[in-house]
Every structure is written in C-alpha cells, then in structure tokens.
Antibody, heavy 117, light 107 residues
C-alpha cells in the first residue's frame, strides 16, 4: 500500500512562494494520478491540480492556473506543488493524494501553510 | 463542472438511514463521481468511486448510486462513527471539482 509523506509546516510572507513535497513510500507513483487538494480553516475541499507522472500530464484548476506549478521527480517518487504570489487566503492545509483509479485513494498527512505578515 | 450537495446539514440519530445528494451542472463523464468522508483533524477517506463502487474496506452500509447529473450516497443503519462531513467529487474531466460538503450530525 502506498503511503504518502508530506513536508512540514510552512510559514510564509504575502507575495512569497511555497513548495510542498509529497513522497511515496512503500511504492511508487507508477500508473498513479497524484492530486493536490487544499482546505482552508473551517472550509471545504478545493482541488488544486493533478499530475500523472508516467504520462507527463499536468492539469490545474482555473483559479490557480497562473500561480501553481506541479512537478514530479520520478527517481525519488516525489511530487511537488509550488504556489507563488501567496496571499492570506492561501492559508490552508495542502494535501497530496494518489490513486490508480483517478479518484484520490491514498492521502498524505497534510501540510499546513500559513501566510502572514 | 459545478457540484451542488444537499442538504448542507443533516441531523439524524444512530440507526437511521441517511440520504445525501450531489447534483452536477453537466453530465459527469463515465459516472466518474466519488464520495469522501472527512472527520475533524483527518484527511478525507475515499468511500465510493465510479458512482457506485465501494473502496477497499468500506462497510456495505455505504451505497452510492446515480448517473449523469444526479448522484446519491446512502448510509444505512447509521453508526456513531459515521457522523462526519461528506464530499462528492467528479473526476471525469481533466479538471476535478468537489461539492461544498454535507455535514451529518447527531440529532
């Protein structure tokens, strides 16, 4: 069973960037879709984007299109999500999730990103 | 695709049956509709994919149904651990979307 381990909590200034990592242990991202989902405090789930590393397919939600970049490092089974031009309303828990069936099945523990001056 | 879940909050007692709705603004391709359960402080857990297939380890009291634009998650004989927030998600296009969630609370 794939386990996803995410990087630690981040505190960032408005206008800066954050890069969150998601490493698969006990498996690889072979034939998997890896999604990024965020959840602001007290709010619902928001899909950020996805990558299919074996096919080099990357898609982003329209609301993040200009500020987000999702990449994969196949040799280390690690996926990254970088979000730039951070604002206070980007404060959220960011989850990575992978699946061989499209719908996110295996979830990381979440990374809290706090944007504050 | 915009997903609208109803009701926003559902108040029921253990042992009762819950019926949650998810309506899509356009037809969900291949019925690629999933349901998730989320408890406070935890990551979401996949319950149903492909509108009606239960994920591994999900009890059979959870049933997904529907097609096209109208989908339902039914939970029979509610257990205390079932009280949580439930989200639907479509993954039939290259851009996935979530519904806003239904909170299932103890009456």
């Amino acid at each position: 069973q794939v386990q996803l381990v995410q990087s630690e909590t981040e505190v960032k200034r408005p206008g800066s960037s954050v890069k969150v990592s998601c490493k698969a242990s006990g498996g690889t991202f072979s034939s998997q879709t890896v999604s990024w989902v965020r959840q602001a405090p007290g709010h619902g789930l928001e899909w950020v984007g996805r990558i299919i590393p074996t096919l080099d397919i990357i898609n982003y939600a329209q609301s993040f299109q200009d500020r987000v970049s999702i990449t994969a490092e196949k040799s280390t089974s690690t996926v990254y999500m970088e979000l730039s031009s951070l604002r206070s309303d980007d404060t959220a828990i960011y989850y990575c999730a992978s699946s061989p069936i499209g719908a996110p099945l295996y979830w990381g523990q979440g990374t809290l990103v706090t944007v504050s001056s | 695709i915009v997903l609208t879940q109803s009701p926003g909050t559902l108040s029921l007692s253990p042992g009762e049956r819950a019926t949650l709705s998810c309506r899509a603004s356009q037809s969900v391709s291949a019925n690629y509709l999933a349901w998730y359960q989320q408890k406070p402080g935890q990551a979401p857990r996949l319950l149903i994919y492909g509108a009606s297939s239960r994920a591994i380890g999900i009890p059979d009291r959870f049933t997904g149904s529907g097609s096209g634009t109208d989908f339902t998650l039914s939970i029979n004989r509610l257990e205390p651990e079932d009280f949580a927030v439930y989200y639907c998600q479509q993954y039939g296009t290259s851009i996935y979307t979530f519904g806003q969630g239904t909170k299932l609370e103890i009456k």
